[in-house]
């Protein structure tokens, strides 16, 4: 009993069931004003009264209990359609039941949260449906009432006005049309990638790192992945450019047997959501060896290396065959530690370490460190913005391995890859 409410100690101040992540009373009031602290307009709570619909799909059948919860995934469209905008900016939904069976509760979030991923039609595009949902587990005697009454005395007490428009809504609001188009696009999987070289330094291609491209409206020209991504991430739709390509990839490696290995870029967002299961299905799908490809983690953060999750994750891809590659050492966030505490494969050195090599004593001190810990750590080297011999030269002499950059090959689209047709975001 001594073990058993240490562990309840230890999980209170989370104000959630430790297995099952669904919210109490307090929790759901901690997290309701956490998210008006942060000015988060996008807020919506649906009360919804269960039925035990375990029972419901054992009566009537699956087609039923289907049909159920369809119904209270299309009120809560229709809530979030008809304020357009905070729609585009991931609405928080809380959906408040009743207590009832546990395993009643997590049959409704599966379900409801499948039906609410699908996208919306508007206008002639498609609007995403990207939401954060909560489960909230109340008491029968905790009613609608006492749930609106605290909100309000969270507002007064903050004395903020909230539900206002920021600058960015107003500026989706503007361009909605553009934004409709867009997202239109990438839940169509109307994404493509280049392919750019990565060298030995005796000239041998080793690997292609696939880069996202996507081409402008009624026009050939392509942009490149620096012009999309802003809008993808303000869009919440960057993940889903990220398992389009993962997709696409896979599928050109099928077709193209000759060619040994590509780098997919993942970040931890999506290594951390929905990547593990993408890649299992693809994977089964496609039939690639896990050999042939090399994941390349972008966008390090402190919280992620310091997860263990984050380490365990990217171990179980290295033992099933997968390259791990660190992306940008050097770049903001890096440090020694991210070094010492997960075996890489490969370790991409950050341009701006490279472009100046020849002229600034500092980047080639550091270079020649990254060289002897390499050689420690068993891990290779790649040097980005390699641009000319002189720079690859030198590179050559100081012992790097692999070299990316205009001088070694510019990247090529292939146009292929905007042919090829993914699985649907919202068919997961």
């Known amino acids: 009993m001594g073990g058993l409410k240490q562990i309840q100690e230890f999980y209170t101040p989370f104000f959630q069931d430790p297995l099952t992540g669904f919210w109490n009373e307090e929790g759901f009031l901690k997290k309701l004003t956490d998210l008006l602290k942060n000015r988060s307009d996008n807020l919506y709570l649906i009360g919804i009264k269960v039925k035990n619909i375990i029972n419901l799909q054992k009566t009537y059948g699956q087609e039923i209990f289907k049909y159920y919860i369809k119904s209270f995934s299309k009120k809560i469209k229709i809530i979030i359609k008809n304020d357009i905008v ?25 379900n409801i949260k499948s039906f609410l991923s699908a996208p919306i039609p508007f206008k002639g595009g498609l609007l995403p449906s990207k939401i954060f949902l909560s489960i909230c587990l109340i008491e029968e005697n905790y009613s609608a009432k006492n749930i609106l009454d605290t909100t309000l005395k969270v507002l007064i007490e903050e004395k903020k006005e909230f539900f206002k428009l920021s600058r960015e809504w107003s500026n989706i609001k503007i361009n909605l049309p553009a934004y409709l188009n867009f997202t239109k696009k990438i839940i169509m999987g109307e994404i493509g990638f280049a392919l750019q070289p990565i060298k030995d330094v005796n000239n041998k291609i080793v690997c292609y790192e696939a880069l996202a491209r996507m081409k402008k409206e009624d026009s050939e020209e392509v942009m ?19 398992r389009t390509v993962l997709y696409k990839v896979l599928f050109f490696l099928k077709k193209y047997p000759k060619i ?57 891809l290295k033992n099933k065959g997968f390259k791990i590659i660190l992306d940008d050492f050097g770049q903001f966030h890096s440090n020694l530690n991210i070094l010492k505490d997960f075996d890489w494969d490969i370790v991409k050195i950050d341009g701006n370490f490279i472009k100046n090599i020849l002229e600034n004593e500092f980047d080639l001190m550091f270079i020649k460190f990254l060289v002897e810990l390499s050689k420690n750590k068993k891990f290779k080297l790649v040097a980005e913005y390699v641009e000319n011999e002189k720079i690859a030269l030198k590179l050559k002499e100081l012992g790097v391995h692999f070299l990316q950059g205009y001088f070694c090959g510019r990247p090529s689209f292939i146009p292929l890859s905007q042919k090829i047709i993914p699985p649907l975001i919202f068919l997961r």
């Open 86 to 110: 905070k729609a585009y900016i991931r609405p928080n939904i809380f959906i408040i039941l009743t207590k009832l069976e546990k395993d009643s509760v997590k049959l409704f979030k599966e």
């Open 224 to 242: 490149v992945a620096k012009k999309f991504l802003t809008i993808a991430e303000k869009l919440s739709l960057k993940k889903d450019i990220e």
């Open 260 to 316: 040994k290995h590509i780098c997919i870029n993942i970040s931890p967002d999506y290594l951390f959501e929905d990547f593990e299961k993408d890649l299992k299905h693809f994977l089964q799908e496609l039939k690639v060896k896990p050999e042939r490809i090399w994941f390349e983690i972008t966008e390090q953060s402190e919280k992620s290396i310091a997860n263990f999750n984050f380490k365990e994750k990217l171990l179980k």
